[in-house]
């Protein structure tokens, strides 16, 4: 049961995945470089559990700019890293950061309920 | 834009955007158009669009595919009631925050 949904997810994530990249690579090419870019940076930074969704929003507003043939430095801005860190932050489902925070914010307030009780 | 400019919109074009859809729904591109049309020159297509992600993953709004003749389906955004909350409670937090900023520019320049 276990295996055969693990199987299925994999398969659906690779399917998705074909799908974004054979879309992606109809962009104009200055469009495309911008994608890939961005792309590449997500793979670095990573994007949590909630990986396909990202990509396939960042496709639809580059397909969408491409379109309306909006320059590129008026789709990310003057800051292409901020740009890319916000976007991200509204996928958090399953992101280990969110965990880590979770973290921090806990042992914090043990260290200051500790303080209180030992005051 | 400038710096200070671009920090401040950071806090308030959620309720911005969503002013901008309690009058009419609209296309991202049509919210961008708007933006710039009010001034903020500067504004990224992208910045619109990562907010427009985030208001309608926390239900703010209702989010229509409407074919288009050039490119993909184009997402129609529209308030909700949760939208029509938040934006009345945006403007609350709005008036209270340029009463007290009044005030305080009113006693420096004194």
Same mark, same amino acid.
């Given at each position: 049961?276990?295996?055969s949904?693990?199987i299925?997810w994999?398969i659906?994530?690779k399917? %998705?995945?074909?799908?974004?990249?054979t879309?992606?690579?109809?962009l104009?090419?200055?469009?495309r470089?911008?994608?890939?870019?961005l792309?590449?940076?997500l793979m670095? +930074?990573? @994007?949590? *559990?909630d990986?396909?969704?990202?990509y396939?929003?960042?496709l639809?507003?580059?397909? %969408?700019?491409?379109a309306?043939r @909006?320059?590129?430095r008026?789709?990310v801005?003057e800051?292409?890293v901020? +740009?890319?860190?916000t976007?991200?932050?509204?996928?958090?489902?399953g992101?280990?950061?969110?965990?880590?925070?979770?973290r921090?914010?806990?042992a914090l307030e043990r260290?200051?309920?500790?303080?209180?009780?030992?005051? | 834009?400038s710096?200070?400019?671009t920090e401040?919109l950071k806090g308030?074009? =959620?309720g911005?955007?969503l002013?901008?859809?309690?009058?009419?729904? =609209?296309?991202g591109?049509?919210? @961008?158009?708007?933006?710039?049309?009010?001034? +903020?020159?500067?504004?990224? =297509?992208g910045t619109?669009?990562?907010?427009l992600?985030?208001?309608?993953?926390r239900?703010?709004v209702?989010?229509?595919?409407?074919?288009?003749e050039?490119g993909p389906?184009r997402?129609v955004?529209s308030l909700?009631?949760? *939208?029509?909350a938040?934006?009345d409670?945006?403007?609350?937090?709005w008036?209270?925050?340029t009463?007290?900023l009044?005030?305080?520019?009113k006693k420096g320049?004194?």
């Amino acid at each position: 049961m276990f295996i055969s949904r693990f199987i299925k997810w994999v398969i659906g994530e690779k399917k %998705q995945w074909r799908q974004y990249k054979t879309r992606a690579k109809q962009l104009p090419a200055s469009y495309r470089t911008a994608l890939e870019a961005l792309e590449r940076y997500l793979m670095y +930074f990573g @994007t949590g *559990g909630d990986g396909t969704a990202i990509y396939a929003d960042l496709l639809d507003l580059f397909e %969408q700019s491409a379109a309306n043939r @909006t320059p590129i430095r008026q789709i990310v801005g003057e800051d292409p890293v901020e +740009f890319i860190e916000t976007f991200v932050r509204n996928y958090p489902k399953g992101q280990w950061i969110l965990r880590e925070r979770e973290r921090l914010t806990q042992a914090l307030e043990r260290a200051a309920a500790e303080q209180t009780q030992g005051s | 834009m400038s710096k200070q400019m671009t920090e401040m919109l950071k806090g308030t074009l =959620e309720g911005i955007v969503l002013a901008i859809l309690s009058v009419q729904p =609209e296309y991202g591109y049509e919210i @961008t158009a708007r933006l710039r049309d009010m001034g +903020f020159s500067d504004i990224a =297509e992208g910045t619109v669009y990562a907010l427009l992600v985030r208001i309608e993953q926390r239900g703010l709004v209702v989010v229509e595919k409407v074919p288009s003749e050039k490119g993909p389906p184009r997402k129609v955004y529209s308030l909700n009631a949760e *939208g029509r909350a938040y934006l009345d409670e945006f403007w609350r937090t709005w008036r209270f925050l340029t009463e007290r900023l009044a005030s305080l520019q009113k006693k420096g320049s004194r």
